[in-house]
């Protein structure tokens, strides 16, 4: 080892230890973990302090659309901050008006108005009150398995078994219905069986006590369930015969990710609400929106609009967000976005041919999910919904082959996620695909057919 490769490698050692020692790390157990040490990154690829190059195939948390490190942002940021770099909610700014007439232009229908929040649990937690306040009802029905920020409504409101652990601090009257899961359905009739169940749900709680049903645009890290199709429609028909609002949560589905500027623009229906996140910003500063309709914005006419968070209309986060909106039309990453998703779902198909452990593939545009299971024929998961520990053993054996192959993607359980920046080649995405093919190995050689 050379002088220089030791002092890299003390520096990261103290960079670990300061992490380690005085923050903490989201869901996990503070002891024992080895996060990345990221020293800079750029386009798909993220550069560890000691020099090493990891291919990041899931953007961050399905957030870096536009890839990393695009100095158009940095740009627009910094000339806003040497203008203002703090307003209160109650200004206008150039930038503001800006951003919200954007919004409006890419939004569905008649979805015209912007309410701006920090994050996608914010989002969330605003579209919650706002149904509440706006139809006088108190029910938010919701699906299992979604995941929908880790506040106390959006935890509540989320089906993800990371809310189990705080069973007792939920927040009441959030409904759960399952989601459709075509994969593991049991029998033909599964479709029919999804309107079936919506409708008895509602019947159950009585409509006239529900504020509205909240849907993620497109499943993200449910396993990016695809819906039986007209399912959307259906929701938009029950919603409107009993006065329900319709919250299409497009925090992970939103801003390109699907091959449409909105997940729900997939199933040709137009919600009340839009939560917006992540690819609002693509990652680059912490920034939400709510969306909402034309006649949600128009009760606030004559009445007090009882939102409001200190960081609302943030002008450097705004900045951001109409620079990335811009990079999304400028470097043409919808359509991109379908053309690289229609070439993900070719090569998977190819590898299925030669990787027993894939199950199932399920993918819109950049937001795809692999199941991995130890017999086709039965099913049976690599790990179940909500493993525990011991459940994991070939999981993890997995993702540390794809860590130590040089590249990042998210998981959990059985499913592994492929979701790359919009910017990513064909080159690129066989360079992910011939990694995740090599961890696969593991898989396969304890699948029985
Ligand atoms: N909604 C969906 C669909 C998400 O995927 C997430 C985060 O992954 C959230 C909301 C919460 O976003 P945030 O972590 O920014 O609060």
């Known amino acids: 080892m050379t002088s220089q490769d030791s002092k890299i490698l003390e520096e990261k050692n103290e960079i670990l230890k300061n992490n380690l020692d005085h923050t903490l790390f989201s869901w996990s157990k503070q002891k024992g973990i080895q996060p990345l040490v990221?020293?800079?990154?750029?386009?798909?690829?993220?550069?560890?302090?000691?020099?090493?190059?990891?291919?990041?195939?899931?953007?961050?948390?399905m957030n870096v659309n536009i890839g990393h490190g695009d100095q158009r942002v940095t740009q627009a940021v910094v000339k806003q901050m040497e203008k203002a770099s703090y307003v209160t909610p109650a200004s206008a700014t150039k930038i503001r008006g800006d951003l919200g007439k954007k919004l409006a232009e890419i939004c569905p229908g008649d979805i015209n108005k912007a309410f701006f929040t920090v994050c996608g649990a914010t989002s969330i937690e605003n579209a919650i009150k706002l149904a509440r306040l706006y139809t006088g009802r108190h029910k938010i029905l919701t699906r299992y398995r979604s995941y929908h920020g880790s506040t106390m409504g959006a935890m509540s409101a989320s089906g993800d078994p990371r809310r189990l652990k705080v069973d007792v601090q939920?927040?009441?009257?959030?409904?759960h219905i399952e989601i459709p899961y075509k994969y593991r359905a049991t029998g033909e009739n599964w479709e029919q069986e999804a309107y079936d169940q919506l409708d008895r749900l509602i019947a159950f709680e009585g409509p006239e006590n529900i504020a509205a049903i909240i849907m993620e645009g497109e499943s993200g890290t449910s396993g990016c369930l695809q819906l039986p199709k007209g399912y959307w429609k259906k929701l938009r028909e029950v919603c409107d015969e009993h006065g329900i609002l319709l919250i299409s949560d497009e925090v992970m589905s939103g801003f390109a990710r699907t091959g449409k500027w909105f997940g729900v623009e997939n199933h040709g229906v137009v919600p009340d609400i839009m939560a917006l996140a992540k690819g609002i910003t693509a990652g680059y500063l912490p920034f939400g929106a709510l969306m909402v309709s034309d006649a949600i914005a128009k009760k606030f006419d004559n009445e007090p609009l009882m939102l409001g968070l200190t960081y609302s209309g943030h002008p450097v986060a705004c900045a951001a967000a109409l620079e990335v909106i811009n990079i999304y039309e400028e470097d043409?990453?919808?359509?991109?976005?379908?053309?690289?998703?229609?070439?993900?779902?070719?090569?998977?198909?190819?590898?299925?041919t030669i990787h027993p452990s894939i199950g199932?593939?399920?993918?819109?545009?950049?937001l795809g999910c692999i199941e991995l299971v130890r017999n086709r024929k039965t099913k049976e998961p690599m790990a179940s919904f909500n493993a525990k520990p011991t459940e994991l053993v070939i999981m993890n054996q997995v993702k540390a082959k794809i860590a130590e192959l040089g590249m990042y993607t998210f998981s959990k359980w059985s499913f592994i996620f492929i979701a790359p920046p919009l910017c990513i080649s064909k080159e690129q995405i066989d360079e992910g695909l011939s990694i995740l093919s090599e961890a696969l190995k593991i898989a396969d050689a304890v699948c029985e057919s």
């Open 38 to 61: 990221v020293d800079h990154a750029k386009g798909v690829y993220l550069y560890t302090h000691d020099g090493k190059k990891v291919l990041d195939f899931s953007s961050g948390l």
């Open 170 to 175: 939920q927040a009441p009257n959030f409904v």
């Open 332 to 352: 043409n990453l919808i359509h991109r976005t379908a053309a690289m998703g229609n070439y993900m779902e070719e090569r998977i198909e190819e590898m299925k």
């Open 360 to 366: 199932d593939f399920r993918n819109k545009g950049l």
